[in-house]
């Protein structure tokens, strides 16, 4: 498709900047954090939910989708925007995280991957060409290519014949890609390995994609080492075109990432959280547990500067009983809570750069969280 990207902000103190980026269902300002909807729905909230918490984009899963309906089944249903009712802009992993969270149950090759599915054990062919034509029944307004994702702890020879085959599978994925109503975007891979991703960067991005993702990070190395490799990466990738870090993470790496020049995000931690209690409060810079006893008798929301549906109407204490009774509600209030944490974090942020006065923010943040994440680059 005709590239849609425009940077309009940019922090003169950080590589940070705020742009919007036009997808066939809607625009979507950056920085943006995208709830994901792995089998077509983010658990336990409906698109009201979504839109009424800042919701400008919601990400689907290739490896599940494809597996539960199907394809046939997408496609009669209007794909995912027609069986969700969700009329916004969507983004499509390709299942390129599954070649190495489903290891046990994967063989890779050349041509692709094949899994044993975690459902019934049936044969799923993933290879590069698969997943497009999977990704086109979806609909998504952004589509990925399948990648190959090895462990931050593996071998460099590992990753650097994960980063090839990566850029070998996104050439296919080109090739068979048709849909002009739909983005692809190329996904850098390189582990931790300074050199692998700027070498990555260089190679991979001279191919005509839409947008790019940053792979493998968050799977297992420290936080500052995900800092240094997306410091050596963002800033490398192209400047009029989206960038995108997959799979990642707190509330802290939102607002670093932006500072190290990503546009968007996305994670399950918000809603992972949420069902087990976890919430982020203060704007994202503290995260308790609301099934700790004392909240059991607090009748103030359980974080006063929210402005959240749940914050508006519900005391800490029915949080936590609903929760502690396994009421199915708790599930869907506190994640409509920490939803609203993320994406107001992200509104903060595009204010912050508008106003020219992020590198004070973020200042301020990394004082307020104790964090010391200043950039090397």
């Avoid at 918490?53 to 496609?75: E, K, M, S, V």
Wanted: charged share 25%; proline share 5%.
């Amino acid at each position: 498709m005709d590239l849609k990207f425009q940077v309009e902000h940019r922090c003169p103190e950080t590589h940070a900047r705020a742009g919007r980026y036009f997808a066939t269902h809607g625009m979507v300002e950056t920085p943006i954090f995208m709830p994901v909807g792995t089998v077509g729905s983010v658990k336990a909230v409906d698109p009201r939910d979504l839109e009424e918490a800042g919701a400008q984009i919601i990400l689907g899963n290739t490896y599940h989708l494809g597996i539960r309906p199907g394809i046939d089944t997408l496609i009669a249903l209007g794909g995912m925007h027609g069986m969700a009712d969700w009329h916004h802009p969507i983004l499509t992993d390709s299942g390129g995280f599954q070649v190495m969270s489903l290891a046990k149950i994967r063989k890779i090759d050349e041509r692709g991957v094949q899994f044993r599915n975690h459902i019934n054990g049936a044969l799923l062919d993933l290879t590069p060409e698969h997943s497009i034509e999977i990704q086109e029944a979806i609909g998504s307004d952004i589509c990925m290519v399948l990648d190959h994702l090895a462990p931050s702890t593996a071998p460099r020879a590992v990753h650097e014949a994960a980063m090839q085959r990566t850029t070998r599978w996104a050439l296919r994925c080109l090739a068979a890609h048709k849909r002009e109503d739909q983005a692809l975007f190329g996904i850098i891979q390189g582990g931790i390995d300074h050199e692998l991703r700027r070498w990555h960067v260089d190679e991979l991005c001279q191919h005509p994609f839409d947008g790019f993702g940053i792979g493998g990070l968050s799977v297992g190395e420290s936080i500052p080492e995900m800092y240094a490799a997306l410091e050596v990466t963002a800033p490398r990738m192209p400047e009029d075109r989206p960038r995108y870090l997959m799979g990642v993470g707190t509330p802290n790496d939102l607002v670093e990432g932006v500072a190290r020049g990503v546009d968007m995000f996305d994670c399950v931690m918000p809603t992972r959280n949420a069902r087990k209690g976890g919430l982020f409060v203060d704007g994202g810079r503290r995260h308790v547990n609301i099934r700790n006893a004392c909240y059991r008798d607090m009748r103030d929301p359980v974080d006063s500067t929210c402005d959240c549906y749940t914050c508006r109407h519900f005391s800490a204490g029915y949080l936590r009983h609903l929760l502690i009774a396994k009421e199915l509600l708790a599930y869907r209030l506190l994640s409509i809570h920490n939803l609203r944490v993320y994406l107001r974090l992200m509104e903060t942020i595009r204010a912050e750069l508008r106003a020219g006065t992020f590198a004070k923010f973020l200042e301020d943040w990394r004082r307020a969280t104790g964090s010391n994440s200043a950039l090397n680059a």
